[in-house]
């Protein structure tokens, strides 16, 4: 009796026992979980991954320290602005004396006259060309016709005007001061109009045109085998007035630095069954675009993933059967962040816009997954639901295959909008069901790229 | 402690590795699985060992864990004092196997009655305490037979002794408990009947 009051109180004392929570106690126990149940880590992709990512990150960095693309510009901006000598096949220089009083009268982008007489040239479309005895005629391009016309009209001081054959206007040999020479092209002959008789200014005005041909013919001079050696056609005349003309070498391609803020519709669905409900995507990129060509670029996108799957397509550990033996559908509800590292190819040589086409893989980190089951406990029973949340279980490195293409327009010489739409398939099962999770959408996006300038735009970042 | 649906909710996490699930069941039943474990040494951390080699057992078989009735927490407490028990006897069975005593002793110890009010002044820590305090082979056939219920033919079988010995020790373990108590409380028992 006694010793049954005894182990009795020995019970009661066993059951009133409750040693307080020690965390030092946890500590152990984590070692002795982390020693014999590992969490599952990927480190190979892990390890790629951040590898990919400090190398991206680490050559941006160096590129906005170094900043190679300035010390290009500024060597092509030297280049330019050096005047071209021209000289004549006498080796004078033919650089022309630029005079401050005289009357200019511009004829077009590449013509400009410095007049100083009355002696005029109209070309048959009309442009007054002064040709003044005693002046300069100076072409910037000399190999071409002014305006290229077929008709050219030589006028009197009287305002008469002479139809001639297409002629090449050339620089003033300054072996013949104060003529102008006209050469013939069809039979190489140059042709010096006279200086206008003034006491005949005023002409009929009933006078035909081939009448004054005629005059002109007597008054003319023709000058043989004007030689125009190669040197002169060829070598531009910069003047003080005309723009630097910065060309662009052949062949030579930009790289550039840029980031994208993105946003877009994004659906997901197993399959070729039913979508899923649509979801926003938004994060933002960062990439180099090699010569004007191939880009490389990666970022940082949330969005969800809202899907329903069967159980045939759900896929978890084989402990969850013991769960729900009579599973119905899952309902999904995911938080992913997405990492993609992606290769562009642009198409096209435009500076404002261009098509483009890009592949990669992308990572997906399933932030927070919330899974509803609809299942029954037995066959004949209701239908049921529980939900189960999942947080920061599951990662899955470079296992989404991207596939897109875009077009891409400059609004900037640093901004550009693009739309892309795309389609992400999985390479291995997502989430806890592992399910073979499949994303389609448009990816509206604003491409900045910092470092440019006017004179350096040639790259659409994207 | 943990109602029904979170208990459900954390041993599923904790089938999938889960540390989150795993540290919140480990806190949660802590102090019901170290009243059991502190019971079977007297050094801390001994107990702190067999806790934690309980808790490592029950992580890596929870996913063949099924409630065995309607009443899930009470269920997961029955089958976690189990696997707490026998991780206990696992460490006796390693560091005292030879401490046990193979036959009767013919010492009898002379104690005074035990009044009830006696008893009844005994704080359950005491006991605990006591029971800390006796001999390895001792304190395990008592913690087995009183506190878990065991049959001696099961303690033998455990313990790979016989079931006489398993007998003798217990007997033994009842003396020297109350002596432990009579010694802080002055208390009166009989003579040990078997």
């Known amino acids: ?462 | 402690m943990l109602s029904a649906d979170e208990l459900t909710y954390h041993v599923e996490g904790c089938a999938l590795n889960n540390r989150e699930s795993q540290k919140i069941l480990y806190s949660s039943f802590y102090g019901y699985a170290m009243a059991i474990c502190d019971r079977y040494t007297n050094k801390q951390e001994d107990a702190v060992e067999i806790l934690n080699d309980g808790f490592l057992k029950v992580f890596r078989e929870i996913h063949h864990y099924q409630p065995a009735y309607a009443d899930v927490v009470s269920s997961f407490k029955g089958w976690l004092r189990k696997i707490m028990v026998y991780t206990a006897i696992d460490h006796f069975r390693k560091y005292h196997k030879h401490r046990m005593v193979t036959q009767l002793d013919n010492v009898v110890y002379q104690v005074p009655a035990v009044h009830e009010s006696a008893i009844d002044k005994i704080s359950y820590e005491e006991i605990i305490r006591a029971i800390q305090e006796l001999s390895p082979g001792y304190r395990t056939v008592l913690n087995l037979f009183v506190i878990e219920g065991l049959s001696h033919d099961e303690i033998a079988g455990q313990l790979g002794i016989s079931t006489g010995t398993s007998k003798s020790n217990l007997s033994k373990a009842r003396r020297q408990l109350q002596k432990i108590l009579y010694k802080q409380n002055q208390i009166q028992v009989a003579k040990n009947a078997v």
Not at chain 1, 264 to 274: E, V
Not at chain 1, 442 to 449: A, D, E, Q, R, T
């Open chain 1, 1 to 462: 009796m006694q010793s049954e009051e005894f182990d009795k109180k020995i019970i009661e004392a066993a059951d009133h026992h409750h040693p307080a929570y020690d965390e030092q106690a946890w500590t152990k126990m984590e070692k002795l979980l982390e020693l014999h149940l590992p969490l599952k880590k990927d480190d190979n992709r892990k390890i790629l991954f951040l590898l990919l990512s400090f190398l991206l990150l680490g050559g941006g960095a160096w590129l906005f320290i170094s900043k190679p693309w300035i010390q290009n510009t500024k060597t092509t901006q030297t280049i330019a602005s050096v005047q071209q000598p021209v000289t004549n096949s006498s080796g004078q220089n033919m650089n022309p004396v630029h005079k401050d009083n005289t009357n200019k009268e511009a004829t077009g982008e590449n013509n400009k006259l410095i007049n100083n007489n009355n002696s005029t040239i109209i070309t048959g479309t009309g442009t007054h060309i002064s040709s003044p005895v005693g002046s300069n005629i100076i072409s910037h391009n000399p190999s071409a016709n002014l305006l290229g016309d077929k008709n050219i009209y030589v006028t009197s001081g009287a305002g008469k005007k002479t139809s001639l054959k297409p002629k090449t206007l050339l620089r003033t040999d300054k072996n013949v001061p104060g003529v102008d020479i006209i050469k013939d092209q069809q039979d190489n002959k140059a042709i010096i109009p006279e200086k206008p008789n003034t006491n005949n200014a005023v002409a009929d005005e009933n006078t035909s045109d081939k009448n004054i041909q005629k005059k002109d013919d007597n008054t003319t001079t023709v000058i043989n085998n004007i030689n125009i050696t190669a040197d002169d056609k060829k070598n531009p005349v910069v003047t003080k007035d005309s723009p630097v003309k910065k060309n662009k070498p052949a062949g030579k391609k930009n790289n550039s630095f840029f980031f994208s803020l993105s946003t877009g519709p994004d659906i997901s669905f197993l399959g070729s069954k039913d979508l899923g409900k649509t979801k926003l995507l938004a994060g933002v990129g960062l990439g180099y675009t090699f010569k004007d060509r191939v880009t490389l670029k990666t970022g940082f996108y949330t969005g969800r993933k809202v899907y329903t799957a069967s159980p045939d397509e759900y896929h978890p550990p084989a402990t969850f059967w013991n769960y729900y033996p009579y599973l119905e559908n899952v309902n999904a509800n995911c938080k992913v962040y997405e990492i993609p590292v992606l290769l562009s190819y642009n198409f096209g040589n435009s500076s404002k816009q261009h098509w483009f086409a890009t592949t990669g893989l992308s990572s997906y980190l399933m932030k927070k997954e919330t899974y509803t089951y609809s299942y029954k406990s037995i066959p004949t029973g209701p239908t049921l639901s529980r939900q189960f949340t999942l947080l920061d279980i599951n990662k899955h490195y470079f296992s989404v295959l991207t596939l897109s293409a875009g077009y891409e327009r400059a609004i900037s010489p640093k901004i550009s909008i693009m739309a892309e739409p795309y389609l992400k398939l999985p390479l291995t099962g997502i989430g806890y069901g592992k399910v073979k999770l499949n994303s389609g959408g448009i990816l509206f996006s604003v491409g900045i790229k910092p470092f440019s300038s006017k004179k350096n735009q040639h790259t659409l970042p994207h």
